[in-house]
């Protein structure tokens, strides 16, 4: 029976990089398009709540956007979606039935946390605060 | 004294039917499935099946969720082969809204399922080493096997779950930047493939526990309706890809894997060079990828469907994989049902344990100390008269032979 090089496979192999990467130490490589956390851009966001309906694992609710914030017009109901990330299954339907294109894809993965984690405080860091300077209206239309 | 021994005139003797229950944790596969496999010595006498360990009740929710929240309920039925199952829902929501997809997107969705083909054999094949006990080559095998999760994240922007079909097309296209990286992947893993397919064909273990072992004759496959590369293994051609020539496959150049063993190794062998053929295709896909719109707006699909129902069939990795799709008008199917490959090929392939070493029953062989459940019966022998009888367990613990 014919010999297989397994063996200079695994000398070889003894003296490459390993090919574990050490996570948390390390990053993992990941496409700069993969599907990662993704949240609302409350400037372009209308509160139509239609990601809400059409989330497959009920992961996104519509909450009031808090006193202190300058709230685009367009957005007459004042509310917002909120996405519960432990529940999330990262398949971007509200992405792409959003009306108005407002939700920020990233690829970021890594989402362990002490902290309830939900896209609360990013979506809301897109909006300004009401005490600033008004603002010259919303500017992605 | 002597005489008194030389007196005896009964023998007993007590054949041990071991019940051995290989699983419900990971008899082979990390699946739950018991196999209770009955063993005389070395061999095994009868094997049973017990499922339903994991029933989640799917085809239930399917029928409260929405046609289009069941897409990605779909593909989360099985988590290696979730872009079929994906495929063959959306290809049957398609034929009841009347819609076909553009070209480009059918290649992009033939390209998804031929990785993912790809990957499953591979993920199958490297477990095949490590339940024989060849865990080097299970490791090497599985590190390569990431090189094509990631030519899968590229395409649809996750390693496992890709959520990449909708109804009318494909979630995200592919520009010239992704497909040189694809093939850059592809001619890195095709000499992998070729060199593991020499280890599993000259390696002398692998030879050892694997040929001439769990062999299906032709009729047997067909009687008992098995599918996928298990019935190829054995001879008989049937692939829905060919038959039904869904997608792309109509265009796209492929041939049917055949051998005429039928044991273990023919069906490790066949999944090779199936990869062999799935890389062509792939191959294939990303130099002859038509022009045009594969990513259709989501936002203007028609959210109520008509009455009609649809009957669709994919070839998965393991086998065909078929849908039924009713609806009675409005937003949710009024049935879904799933008809997965794996089912007929477990539940039925049962009776064929019968016959070979415990240790060639392939749950059980890596990783489960058999443990002896229940000795059923002895049999009593008259020396004298040359009969034998049969005495259960609680008559021989009162002394009653």
């Not at chain 1, 956007?65 to 685009?72: A, H, L, T």
């Not at chain 2, 692998?206 to 309706?225: E, F, M």
């Not at chain 2, 794996?342 to 062989?365: C, G, K, M």
Request: glycine share 4%.
């Amino acid at each position: 029976m014919a010999k297989i090089p397994l063996l200079k496979e695994v000398v070889k192999l003894i003296f490459s990089k390993p090919a574990t990467i050490q996570y948390p130490r390390e990053e993992t490589p990941v496409e700069p398009d993969a599907r990662g956390r993704q949240y609302a851009d409350l400037n372009k966001c209308v509160g139509c709540s239609l990601c809400m309906i059409e989330c497959p694992s009920k992961a996104i609710k519509m909450e009031k956007i808090p006193e202190g914030y300058e709230v685009p017009k367009r957005n007459a109901r004042k509310i917002y979606p909120v996405v519960d990330y432990l529940k999330c299954i990262f398949c971007y339907r509200c992405v792409t039935v959003c009306p108005t294109k407002a939700y920020v894809m990233t690829s970021e993965y890594r989402l362990a946390s002490d902290a309830p984690v939900n896209s609360r405080e990013l979506s809301l860091s897109t909006l300004k605060k009401a005490s600033q300077e008004p603002s010259q209206g919303d500017e992605e239309g | 004294m002597t005489e008194e021994v030389n007196k005896a005139d009964k023998v007993v003797e007590i054949p041990m039917t071991l019940e051995i229950p290989v699983g419900p944790q990971h008899p082979a596969l990390h699946e739950p499935l018991l196999i209770k496999v009955y063993a005389e010595g070395e061999y095994v006498i009868k094997a049973e099946a017990h499922t339903g360990y994991n029933h989640r009740g799917i085809e239930k929710l399917a029928e409260k969720k929405s046609f289009y929240q069941d897409i990605f309920l779909c593909g989360r039925v099985c988590g290696i082969c979730n872009t079929v199952h994906a495929d063959c829902y959306v290809r049957a929501l398609e034929h009841i809204l009347n819609k076909e997809p553009p070209p480009r997107a059918k290649y992009l969705r033939t390209l998804t399922m031929e990785l993912e083909r790809l990957h499953s054999h591979m993920l199958v094949l490297a477990v095949t080493a490590e339940i024989v006990g060849f865990d080097t080559l299970f490791m090497h095998m599985m590190r390569d096997r990431e090189l094509i999760m990631k030519a899968k994240e590229i395409v649809t922007g996750n390693r496992v779950i890709a959520d990449y079909i909708m109804v009318g097309g494909v979630r995200r296209d592919l520009n010239s930047e992704k497909i040189d990286k694809l093939k850059k992947i592809l001619t890195k893993v095709e000499p992998r493939i070729r060199y593991y397919w020499r280890v599993f064909e000259e390696d002398v273990t692998l030879n050892k526990r694997l040929v001439d072992v769990g062999k299906l004759t032709p009729v047997q496959v067909t009687s008992h309706g098995l599918l996928g590369p298990v019935a190829r293994a054995s001879g008989v051609a049937t692939d829905s890809r060919y038959h039904d020539a869904y997608d792309a496959y109509a265009e796209v150049p492929f041939r049917i894997v055949t051998r005429k063993e039928g044991d273990c190794m023919a069906r490790s062998l066949v999944r090779f060079e199936e990869m062999q053929v799935s890389l062509e295709i792939c191959r294939y896909i990303l130099n002859h990828l038509p022009e045009g719109e594969a990513v259709p707006d989501e936002r203007r699909l028609p959210r109520r469907f008509p009455e009609g129902e649809a009957f669709t069939t994919v070839e998965a990795p393991r086998g065909e994989l078929t849908y039924y799709v009713m609806s009675k008008g409005g937003v949710n199917p009024y049935r879904v049902k799933i008809r997965t490959p794996s089912y007929n090929n477990i539940i039925n392939t049962v009776p064929f344990y019968v016959d070979h070493t415990i240790a060639d029953v392939p749950a059980i062989l890596a990783s489960y100390d058999p443990c002896i459940s229940c000795m059923e019966r002895v049999i009593v022998v008259d020396l004298r008269k040359g009969t034998r009888k049969r005495v259960s367990m609680r008559d021989l613990a009162r002394g009653d032979v």
